[in-house]
Each structure stands twice: as C-alpha cells, then as structure tokens.
C-alpha cells in the first residue's frame, strides 16, 4: 500500500495566501513573453503604444508592488488532491478560504465579492473564493489560484449548439464571442475554450484552458490546428490592443474538450483580459 | 494627435477633441462606479442633492485597490463603462462633461454626448499600475460605507487617456474596426 502523506491546513492556507498576492502583481513568463513579442509584431501605432504601457504597467506592478491590475479578480481556486493525502488541522475549505482572506486582506488586493448577488453587499475580505476540487492519484495536493476579473468574465458565453452545427458552429461561436467582447474584455485577451461535456463541464474546461500556458498547445494535433487558426482570425478581426485597433486582439486560444451526448455539442467561451494570472503550487 | 489639457476643460477645447486624440489630463476626477451611480440614481429620484458638483465635472469610472501606507491611492484603472450607461445620459443632461472608461457606449450615451457637447474618454484597460502614477491625492467625499466603489476627488498629474467619442458623435472603436479589420 503506497504510504499517507499528511498535509496541514495551516500550510494550506499559507500557501493561499502568498499565492493570491503574488499572481496579483507578477505574470507568468509566458504571458510577459506572449505581451514583449505582440509589443514586436503589432502593426497600429496606438496599439503599439498600448502594448509599451502594457510592458511599462508590468514593471511598476513588480518593482513597486502594486497589483497589475484594480481588478484584482474574484479568486478561482483549482485543488488537486492526490488520494494519498492525509489532511490534518481543520477543514480544507476553511483553511482555503482563510488563505484567501489574509491574502486580500495583508496584500492590499481589492475585495470585489458581495455576499448575495442581489442584495449586494460587500463581503469586506474577497471571500468566498470559487474553489474546484479533483481527486488524483499520488500523495501531493496541487493548488492553482487564478483571481479573475469581471470586465473579460462578463464578456463569457455559452453555446449549447447541435450536432450538426460541427467545427464551423464551434468556430463561429468562439469568434462571435470575442467580437462581442471587444474593446470591453481588455484586450489582447486569452480566449479560454471548452468543447463538449455538460453545460457545466464545457464551462469548467474553458475556466481550466485559461491556466494552461499561452505558448503551449493542444495536444490533440486537431484542435492544436483549429487553436492557431482561431488565433490567425480573431488577430484579423481589427479590434486591437485596448480596442483601439489593431493586428493583436488575443494572444492565445487554449481549447479543452471532453466526450459528450449523442444530441449534444455544449461550447463555452471563457474571455480573459492580457491580466491573466495564475499562481501554482504543490504541497 | 496629442494633447495637454486641465479637468475641467475650457468648452472650446473640449468641442475641439476627436476620436483618436491622445490626452494627458492634469486637474479634478471624481470616481464613481456601479453601486455609487445606483445611490446618485436614488438621490436624484428622492429630490435629494447629489454628494458631487456635476456641471463641468468629469467622472472616472474606477474602484481602486487599497493604498499602502505614503501612497495616494493603489491600483487605479478603469471599469468598464457600459454598466453605467443607464445612468449616463441623465447625468450627462445635469451637466456632467465628460466620463473617462473603458470600453463600449450606448447609442443613448453616445446621443447624450452630442446633445451636451460632451466626450468620452478611454484609459488603458490593465494599466492600473502605471495609471495610479499620475493619481497625486484621493479623498473619499461620499459613500464612504461602499469601498472601493465610494466617491473619490482625485488630483491627477498628466493622465493618459484616448478620445473614445467626442462631442460630434465620432466613436473610435467603430473607426478602428473599419481600419485594421481584415475580415473576408
Ligand atoms: S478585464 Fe482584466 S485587465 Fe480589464 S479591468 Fe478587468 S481584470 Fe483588469
């Protein structure tokens, strides 16, 4: 029998903590590298321009330790647990979501969440965060934060499409969603894809597409395909750095797919800004 | 073309803008968002004055993060703007002058521009950083119970912004698409 490893939920919450803080101020290294090569490429003046505040924005964020962004998201919280995990020292989720808190709250990060959708209140500490847990094998816990931002969250759709609609109704309804996102999801953004499943699965997957690194493609040499020339076209789209047009409106589409129903084709289109962040971690 | 300009702006000037003109603006903002327009809107239906001076005024549609300790303000960038536009045109008719965002307006909005002779401004979505550098104070006046989403005088030094739509109706997001798109 392979051997417990015990994991403490103070440590969790630690690492949730930092995590929030540092995907607030700094970006991967693909997506900096994806940003300095659009800055390169670019062919509109003002969007050139918009790309070199983009870089400049960055740098302060960094040196100067303030968030990239205002925004600084509601926190999606991925947790893989391998099932030789031993958790000890309280319940998971509160130790997630006290990270959450103390992240917010010592980082200096905005706390955008309002405790009922309606009535609207402010929660004061950014919590709850939206957390989803997987089981995996093996004995680490693997934990992925992405704070994301509404201005691109609301520009998100879903498509229950049929069949019969096949690649071209997938394609037209990822592009028909980055054009009605335009100047308004902060562009360039990521464009995160989910293909199949449930309504709620193909959601899930285009959430999960958005923390894959942006110069990393499918592995599936067929979507692979559809990834580069969905990027080629929503590039020719016109829209631009900040809409203020332009040959980089998005620098990635990630898709992800799962099997589906014999009546379904469910296509959800998760929008990213440029500010997309993610931290990980494995414990 | 880019030019230097104080908030409040002289009418000429501001009639002078274009779509597309790059502005630096030194002066007054006041922020406002979603839940501070909802209360404005309230106000204004209740009879009961609003906690800004409109006439002349710009607003910044902006909620910034928390400012550390020697810092006016944290990061500062804007919201997007169309969330407002159900409030705008009535505030743009009491005086309002100008609103400084992100992203696309309403043709109410756009309409409420040309018959006030007003503009709206786009600051670089994402650059909250680099925008809270040319933020020099920042008050809260009103709504202090909201947060972020209060009601804040802003002092700014040499702020960027892009001409979105000027007083004429002309909208960038619209010339820029017929510009560069490359669409079969
Ligand atoms: S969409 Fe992204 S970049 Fe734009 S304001 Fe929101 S979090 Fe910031």
Known sequence: MPEMKTIQTSAVAEAVAAMCIEANHFLTDDMKAALSRAGESEIAPLGKQVLGQLQQNLEIAGEDHIPICQ?????????????EVHIEGGFLEDAIQEG??????????????????????????????????????????????????????????????????????????????????????????VVGVGIG???????LLAKKALTRPVDRRSADPYYSAMEQELLERINRSGIGPGGLGGSTTALAVNIETYPTHIAGLPVAVNICCHVNRHAVRVL | MDRHLKVPMEEQELLSLRAGDYVYLTGTLYTARDAAHKRMYEALR??????????????????????????????????TASRMDKYAPELLDLGLKGMVGKGRRSEEVRQAIIRNGCVY????????????KSITSSRVIAYEDLGTEAIRELTVEEFPVIVVIDSKGNNLYDIALEQYSKEE
């Open chain 2, 121 to 132: 401004f786009a600051a670089v979505g994402g650059a909250g950083a680099l925008l809270s």
């Open chain 1, 100 to 189: 959450v808190r103390r992240g917010y709250t010592e980082g200096y990060l905005r706390k955008s969440v309002v405790r009922d959708p309606l009535d609207r209140v402010n929660t004061g500490d950014n919590t709850p965060a939206v957390i989803h847990y997987q089981i995996v094998p093996g004995d680490e816990m693997k934990i992925t934060i992405a704070p994301k931002g509404f201005g691109s969250e609301n520009m998100s759709r879903i498509f229950m499409l049929k069949p019969a609609d096949g690649a071209e109704g997938v394609k037209n309804a990822i592009l028909t969603a980055v054009r009605d996102a335009g100047p308004n999801a902060c562009p360039p953004m």
């Open chain 1, 71 to 83: 925004d600084t998201g509601m926190a999606v919280i991925f947790v893989e647990i391998g099932q």
């Open chain 1, 197 to 203: 499943g449930t309504f709620e699965k193909a959601a």
């Open chain 2, 46 to 79: 209740a009879g009961e004055k609003l906690p800004m001076p409109l006439e002349g005024n710009f607003i910044y549609y902006m909620g910034p993060s928390p400012a550390r300790e020697g810092r006016p303000i944290g990061s500062a960038g804007p919201t």
